[in-house]
Structures are given as C-alpha cells and as structure tokens.
C-alpha cells in the first residue's frame, strides 16, 4: 500500500536553499534550466514540522546530532547522581560497545551524525544507569613498562571491558521502532549496518514547472551612527549582492506504509499517525532558507494525493517542456492542466486497477479535468479521505 502526494507551489522571489556559491540550487531537465530544493532540503522542513507544530509526541521524533553523548549523559547523571563528565564517559564505553567511536578530535562528540529517537535515548540513558558502576571510567593505567597508556589504549581497553550482556541490551534499545521520522526517513549507519534502518518514504528534488533565470540583488546597508563629519567618506556601511528566483515547483513524495509499519514494530496506530503528520507537515513546511529577507510564505496552491496498492507515479515529466504564463493563465493554471492531462494518460497507459483511492484541492481557478470527480474542501479532508482509504486496521 502507497501513499502518493502531488504539489504545486508557486514562491515569491527567494532563495530558499542555496549551494557553496550562496546561490540558489538549480539543474537542467528537459534541456532547460529549472530551479530546485533539495530532498534533504524538504525532508528536513518536515521533520521540524513535526515537532514544532506538536504533530506527533516527542517521545515518537527523533534528534539527528554528533552530540547525543551530552544529551544522554545529562539523563544518567541526574539518574545516578554522579558528576556529568563520568556519566558521559560511560555513555561512551556503552556506545563504542556497538561500534559508535567518538570523534578522534571531538572525544564528546560522535564520529559522524546518529538519528535516534529520544524514546531510544531514553532507554539508553536507562541502559547506561543502571550498568554504570560496570561502564565508569576507570583511573589511568600504566603499561607493564610504566608509560601511561595512551588515550586510544584506554578506550579499546574500556570497550573490550563491557561485558555481553550490557552490549546486547545497549543493541536491543538503539535497534528502536517508535520514532516516526527515523521510520519515514531512514537511518544509515556504516559501522552498525544491522541497526540501519531502510526509509518507508521517498521524496524528489522539487523542480520548478518553469524555466528559470537567476536574478541579482545587489544591496547596500546603512551606518546609523555615521555623522556628517564623515561624509567625505561618503557611501554605505556594508554592499553586497545576493542572489534568487521566483518559480513554480512540483513536488512529489510516496509513503509505503508496509515498510512504515515494520519501520515502526508494527504498531499500526502510530504508523497512521505518522501518515497523517507527514501528509499535514508535508504540505504546510516551508524551507526556511532566507526568508527573514524574503518572506516567502507561500502555499500549495495545488495539492493531489493517490492511494494505490502498487506502482509509483511521479508527474515531473508533464514539465519536461517548460510551462510559460500567456493570456490564458499563469504558470499555477498551465501547470495544472500539464499535470492533470499526463496523469490521465498515465492511467490510460498502464491501467488504474492499482488505484485506491485520489482527492485534490486547488486554490486556482482552472480545474482539472480529469480529476473533476475527485476535489475536496482543503487539506483536512485531504487527509481524512487518505487514512479513510487506508485498510481497517493501518
């Protein structure tokens, strides 16, 4: 079973995720240049939808970080009652059990990004107290010629010390099922490959319908305290140029709610929960990049969602000639009808049998026509008719 959902998103001038350059991110399709924000881009808007709007508990999200050390460190020493800097140096020896090293230039830090639910944070932090006399540090040894041991003796030392079971109880809490967004999104660990965890969800580089130019805003800022005896030197307190664009996207995501279900224990209930934070967070995130200086709060303006039992279909290609606005309509409209006639010889083509369910919403005018059996009030129905279409059950 898939969840499929279908976006156009028309942005004010902005520059909403840039590249090395400061420019906004952009690629060819279709033989033209087209604007685009990355998946990373989008998926990480979501996930901080999720907890800023309370979409899902806490308990069920996740914190993608190098300096869980700290934060679970925190948990266990209030716990046991020790100084922080030995708790953390058992949530150390308890990690590198596992195989998660530390930075080698960052000992408080792990040696590259780790998304763990804070459920799985909690456990471990749990773990950690409850073995602690077993995983503090112990005092700095000397070698059987009476040099000190060096850092990286100590540690492989303090690992090899943790006894089977704690290890086992350390890899049962981190192999976790109840965060939504690990679930959704993935976990790729190349130390720990069984504790990997495969995404249940897709998201595309959104693309815009239209052809894009990039366009230069050259500035200048002000010195407010600047006096008239300085205007022999006369000019701003600061020039520059940044660059953006205004465009169209289309957006496309699928959900494979079987794998969102094993992702998650499954435990079916929070997998529709899940579902219905990432459709509502889906559609309502934004990308935050610059938009203290752009205000580019602007959205969907088209939303389509598909329920099927298989098959996966991304419309990307109905844009693969460029929309261009005329006297008949903007580039919203023309996109529309782009994508509502590919998706009709989509399913004239391969067959509909797959089909569950369809809804969408538009804020435009122009209706599909293809779809015209198929519209909903707004997204909270949207929504609705997508976990309606769902099996009882998931």
């Known amino acids: 079973m898939f969840i499929e959902l279908h976006i156009l998103q ?9 590249d090395d350059t400061n420019t906004p991110k952009d690629c060819i399709f ?87 639910g804070n459920h799985e944070l909690q456990k471990l932090a749990d773990v950690v107290a409850a073995n602690f006399e077993s995983l503090r540090p112990k005092p700095a040894e000397v070698t059987e010629g009476g040099k000190k041991k060096t850092a990286k003796q100590q540690k492989s030392e303090a690992q090899a010390a943790v006894t089977p079971e704690v290890s086992k109880a350390v890899k049962a809490v981190l192999e976790g099922n109840k965060a939504a967004d690990v679930a959704l999104f993935g976990r790729m660990l190349a130390d720990q490959a069984d504790l990997n965890i495969d995404a249940a969800c897709q998201v595309a580089h959104a693309l ?44 496309y995501s699928n959900v494979d709610l079987k794998q969102l279900t094993k ?10 929960a899940a579902v219905k934070a990432y459709l509502t967070a889906a559609v309502n995130a934004v990308p935050t990049g610059k938009q203290n200086s752009t205000a580019a709060q602007n959205p969907p303006s088209f939303v389509f969602a598909v329920v099927r039992k298989s098959g996966l279909w991304s419309l990307a290609n109905a844009f693969e000639t460029p929309v261009r606005p005329d006297a008949n309509g903007g580039l919203i409209e023309h996109s529309i009808t782009k994508l509502d006639s590919y998706w009709a010889k989509l399913a004239k083509a391969y067959g509909s049998d797959a089909i569950i369910a369809t809804g969408y919403y538009s804020l435009a005018e122009t209706k599909p026509t293809n779809l015209k059996d198929h519209e909903v009030d707004g997204l909270s129905q949207l929504v609705q008719s997508v976990l309606t279409a769902l099996p009882e059950g998931q």
Do not use: W
């Open 10 to 18: 028309n942005f004010a001038p902005s520059c909403l995720n840039r």
């Open 263 to 272: 992702n998650l224990g499954g435990d079916t209930a929070l997998a529709r």
């Open 30 to 116: 279709g033989g033209h240049r087209r604007a685009r924000i990355s998946s990373q881009c989008v998926k990480r808007s979501v996930r901080r939808y999720f907890g800023e709007q309370e979409l899902l508990p806490k308990e069920n999200l996740a914190e993608r970080s190098k300096r869980l050390i700290g934060h679970v460190a925190e948990l266990v020493a209030i716990k046991n009652n020790v100084e922080l800097a030995a708790a953390a140096e058992a949530v150390k020896a308890a990690l590198g059990a596992v195989k998660l090293s530390t930075d080698s230039k960052k000992p408080d830090e792990t040696q590259y990004l780790l998304f763990y």
């Open 208 to 251: 815009s319908t239209n052809r894009v130019e990039m366009e230069m805003d050259f500035f200048t800022a002000v010195d407010d305290l600047k006096t008239r005896a300085d205007e022999v030197n006369a000019g701003a307190g600061m020039l520059g140029t940044t660059e953006f664009n205004s465009s169209c996207f289309y957006r």
